[in-house]
């Protein structure tokens, strides 16, 4: 199958070495694109929560799709999470095509992109990290119990449901804590005059244009695949919300039908 050729891609929150993280999605969505860049911005491995007795053939597959990249031209960039925050002892390493960073600054067309995780806003992970831990243990445990529930919907003919979506829409501090996020994110973007910020962290995908009385910028959150299954592209002065759809999923040499499945949401 023809490769779509990409200049930037952006991927967060993907959590290799969890029972959530759907690692098979992902490789079948990287086969089909050849990236100038690719930005891999944080919790790629999950650090915090990795075990010895599962490691998957398919988050293997991921990691080896990924230096494939790095070997045959695609400039990688590394940005650490929370969750791999360990990594942080080692930023600023460079292995040819390969990059470990905490922040980023790019140049697109004569813009600037800020991107970074997002996890420096968040107050349970900076003062509080056990807590977070133990949340981000559940969150995991949720997201296996949901997939059991999405098999036994799908059997019958129903759709899918999300137990995480559902519990952030519905719990206030969910929603407040989400808004506060990116209202913090955009306002230094604007203050330091980036034309887009680029975040993960929250597992919320989004494009939004932001605004406030000394400017405004492009807020962008690349989302996750854990639940959504999303990514950012970059492509012709142009951004696109990639989200990959488990429904319309089509095998074809373990590849997919690009056309019959990209849903995007697009911004110049």
Excluded at 29 to 35: H, M, N, S, V
Excluded at 53 to 79: D, E, N, R, W
Excluded at 92 to 108: A, C
Excluded at 176 to 182: A, M, P, Q, T, V
Aim: with cysteine; net charge positive; aromatic share 14%.
């Amino acid at each position: 199958m023809k490769k779509r050729k990409v200049e930037l891609v952006v991927l967060s929150d993907v959590h290799l070495g969890t029972f959530g993280s759907h690692a098979d999605a992902l490789y079948n969505y990287l086969a089909t694109i050849k990236p100038k860049i690719l930005v891999l911005n944080g919790d790629i491995i999950d650090i915090w929560q990795f075990r010895k007795s599962y490691f998957p053939l398919a988050h293997l597959k991921v990691i080896q799709k990924i230096i494939s990249f790095a070997s045959k031209g695609t400039k990688v960039y590394y940005i650490t999470g929370n969750h791999d925050e360990m990594l942080r002892k080692f930023s600023d390493m460079s292995m040819g095509n390969f990059e470990l960073r905490d922040k980023l600054l790019l140049d697109l067309d004569g813009k600037k992109a800020w991107i970074f995780h997002g996890d420096v806003f968040d107050a349970s992970v900076q003062h509080s990290k056990w807590i977070a831990k133990l949340g981000g243990l559940g969150y995991d445990y949720l997201i296996l119990l949901n997939r059991f529930v999405n098999w036994c919907l799908l059997k019958i003919g129903k759709e899918p449901y999300s137990f995480s979506k559902k519990i952030k829409a519905s719990v206030k501090k969910a929603v407040k804590h989400i808004s506060d996020f990116e209202e913090t994110a955009t306002d230094l973007a604007i203050e330091n005059k980036y034309d887009y910020v680029v975040c993960g962290h929250i597992h919320e995908p989004k494009i939004i244009k932001k605004e406030n009385k000394n400017g405004s910028t492009l807020y962008l959150n690349s989302g996750d695949w854990v639940e959504n299954l999303t990514a950012l592209e970059y492509n012709k002065k142009r951004w696109k919300l990639f989200h990959y759809s488990e429904m319309d999923y089509v095998a074809e040499e373990n590849l997919f039908e690009m056309e019959d499945i990209l849903s995007y949401q697009t911004f110049v």
